[in-house]
């Protein structure tokens, strides 16, 4: 990935419900074949974020953590598949089940644990790492640091977006 063409913004949520609604911004902004990719601890909020995606997507059910099936899809506006890597080593234990086919599909594609598929992922990919800060310092349990890194033209106008969202909802 050339530096220059890439961007990064970092948002401070405070709730779950925060980070929903920027999990369904992001999913305003995607379109078919859009990639993201999800990183960040266990109990970070990486599965909160893709429930905003699927209800940008207007999916009824809410995504759970499909840790031991490795990928549930759900129909909405486009497919969305959520993917969780944890239990994967890596892509060659993937590649037999068919995995590209969905990745670099027509669907949105939610990737937990991306990290054990790099070297797989395209250039076009949203990266996006949520962080626990240290506790301490009226920091509350619930605020997580979100960074989103990904096409300098996808992230400005996300920004945008993600703006005009929340000046509406303050309102
Ligand atoms: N600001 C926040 N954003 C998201 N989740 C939060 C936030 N504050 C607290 N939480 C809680 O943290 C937990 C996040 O769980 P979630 O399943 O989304 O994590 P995860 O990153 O998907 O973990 P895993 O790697 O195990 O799949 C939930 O219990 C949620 O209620
Ligand atoms: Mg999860």
Redesign the pocket.
């Known amino acids: 990935m050339k530096t220059e063409d890439t961007m990064e913004i970092e948002i401070v949520v405070h709730s779950s419900d925060e980070t929903i609604a920027l999990g369904e911004a992001v999913g305003k902004s995607l379109k078919p074949g859009s990639i993201i990719a999800l990183r960040g601890d266990l109990g970070a909020g ?2 909160v974020l893709v429930k905003g995606i699927a209800r940008a997507l207007g999916i009824e059910d809410d995504p759970v ?1 499909p840790t031991f099936v490795i990928m549930n899809a759900y129909e909405g506006a486009m497919p969305l598949y959520h993917f ?1 890597l944890y239990r994967v080593s890596g892509a060659d234990e993937l590649y037999g089940i068919g995995f590209e086919e969905f990745l670099f599909g027509k669907g949105v594609s939610a990737v ?1 644990w991306a990290e054990r598929i790099e070297a797989e992922l395209p250039e076009y990919t949203i990266n996006i790492e949520i962080a626990i800060p240290e506790a301490g310092g009226g920091v509350s349990e619930t605020t997580r640091n979100i960074r989103i890194k990904g096409k300098e033209e996808w992230v400005s106008s996300f920004r945008n977006t993600a703006e005009r969202a929340s000046r509406t909802s303050t309102k």
Do not use: H
């Open positions: 990486k599965t953590s969780d937990e």
